[in-house]
């Protein structure tokens, strides 16, 4: 297998389990979704299968408790987001919001591995790139396998400024499509200057 198809494979893989296993983490630790089940494949079942419905604060898992990180900046508290980055689109009707979820991330999906193949591994100026594809397909493919699954994605990472200003809730795979298109951001700025340093006198 060449070089780059490798880093794609392996970071790509190695975001979705981090990403799934800290949602399963969270879910049993901070909800009574999984309480009761005490086999793996029943608790497996009843993270990945039909959420109960909505209940108290429009959740399907109910939750029992927050964790505090950092007091005053950073906890782990139960969310849950059925429309995009931020909460976007979440107030569309079920039947637009699911397939065009569905058209927009297999088409991401698509892109990224077509433009993924035009990368050279052993161009130093496309590392950034090279490495920032892997990071937001892992962290697509992470937050589909939520939509997939149970129709809404699983956030946990609660930031916030002494309780009186709050970042929307995100997880380890929104996490990864944000350092990823970082990186992209770089590659690009970075290629531009080269550019610009060969053409000048």
Do not use: C
């Not at 419905?53 to 029992?64: D, K, Y």
């Not at 698509?110 to 990368?119: C, E, F, G, P």
């Amino acid at each position: 297998m060449p070089r780059k198809y490798a880093i794609l494979v392996a970071v790509s893989l190695a975001v979705v389990f981090l990403d799934q296993w800290t949602k399963y983490v969270a879910v049993r630790e901070l909800t009574s979704q999984l309480d009761g089940q005490d086999t793996l494949s029943g608790r497996l079942a009843a993270f990945y299968g039909n959420p109960p419905p909505e209940g108290a604060g429009g959740l399907h898992f109910r939750p029992v408790r927050s964790v505090t990180v950092v007091e005053s900046f950073l906890r782990f508290r139960y969310a849950e987001n059925k429309g995009a980055a931020w909460g976007m689109f979440r107030n569309l009707p079920e039947q637009v919001r699911v397939p065009f979820f569905h058209v927009i991330i297999l088409g991401a999906v698509v892109l990224i591995i077509a433009y993924y193949r035009k990368l050279d591994a052993s161009d130093p100026a496309q590392r950034w790139a090279l490495w920032g594809l892997p990071l937001v397909l892992g962290g697509a493919v992470g937050n589909y396998i939520d939509r997939l699954s149970r129709g809404f994605v699983v956030d946990y990472i609660q930031a916030h400024w002494f309780d009186r200003a709050y970042f929307p809730s995100f997880n380890v795979a929104d996490s990864a499509i944000t350092v990823g298109v970082g990186l992209l951001l770089l590659d690009g700025f970075l290629r531009r200057e080269s550019r610009a340093h060969v053409s000048s006198p």
